[in-house]
């Protein structure tokens, strides 16, 4: 008998409370668009995108994605997130590693046939992710062997 007046409290109240939610999301609503629209230095450019339990509760896109030819953008287009992306990138490739997928020790000509550079028999998948293998553009000779130097960069991620 407990455990039916508990729940019928707790649906009562969510009865109750639904109104009042509507109300903030609304509120919510007002205030992202009060925000994302307010006037700064450097006007927002990207894609908002609030969801609660997988439901989609605010939507908005703002700017462009390409800022020479004014191609706006849509919610669909990719963003780099910099930095960032090299730890993802190193948790995938560590998690193929314990598939058995990839050999840190192994070349990366064996991953990546399309590079025809010479270098690209010495460079390994460890040396990619610790900025070790001195690649600086995969046009160009190495900048150093590897192993004997760390040089951080973005290169390595594309790779």
């Given at each position: 008998?407990?455990?039916?007046?508990?729940?019928?409290?707790?649906?009562?109240?969510?009865?109750?409370?639904?109104?009042?939610?509507?109300?903030?999301?609304?509120?919510?609503?007002?205030?992202?668009?009060?925000?994302?629209?307010?006037?700064?230095?450097?006007?927002?450019?990207?894609?908002?995108?609030?969801?609660?339990?997988?439901?989609?509760?605010?939507?908005?896109?703002?700017?462009?994605?390409?800022?020479?030819?004014?191609?706006?953008?849509?919610?669909s287009n990719q963003f780099e997130i910099m930095s960032n992306s090299k730890l993802?990138?190193?948790?995938?490739?560590?998690?193929?590693?314990?598939?058995?997928?990839?050999?840190?020790?192994?070349?990366?000509?064996?991953?990546?046939?399309?590079?025809?550079?010479?270098?690209?028999?010495?460079?390994?998948?460890?040396?990619?992710?610790?900025?070790?293998h001195g690649i600086q553009n995969i046009t160009k000779p190495l900048l150093f062997?590897?192993?004997?130097?760390?040089?951080?960069?973005?290169?390595?991620?594309?790779?």
């Amino acid at each position: 008998m407990k455990t039916l007046l508990k729940i019928l409290t707790l649906g009562l109240i969510c009865l109750i409370c639904e109104p009042i939610f509507a109300q903030i999301n609304a509120q919510l609503k007002l205030d992202f668009e009060k925000i994302i629209l307010s006037k700064h230095s450097f006007p927002f450019n990207g894609v908002e995108i609030v969801s609660k339990n997988g439901i989609t509760t605010y939507e908005k896109v703002h700017g462009f994605k390409n800022f020479e030819e004014k191609i706006a953008l849509n919610k669909s287009n990719q963003f780099e997130i910099m930095s960032n992306s090299k730890l993802f990138t190193s948790v995938l490739i560590l998690k193929e590693v314990e598939k058995g997928k990839i050999n840190l020790q192994q070349s990366i000509k064996t991953y990546l046939p399309e590079i025809t550079q010479s270098w690209a028999d010495s460079v390994t998948v460890h040396q990619l992710l610790n900025h070790t293998h001195g690649i600086q553009n995969i046009t160009k000779p190495l900048l150093f062997k590897p192993v004997t130097e760390f040089k951080y960069g973005n290169y390595t991620n594309v790779l």
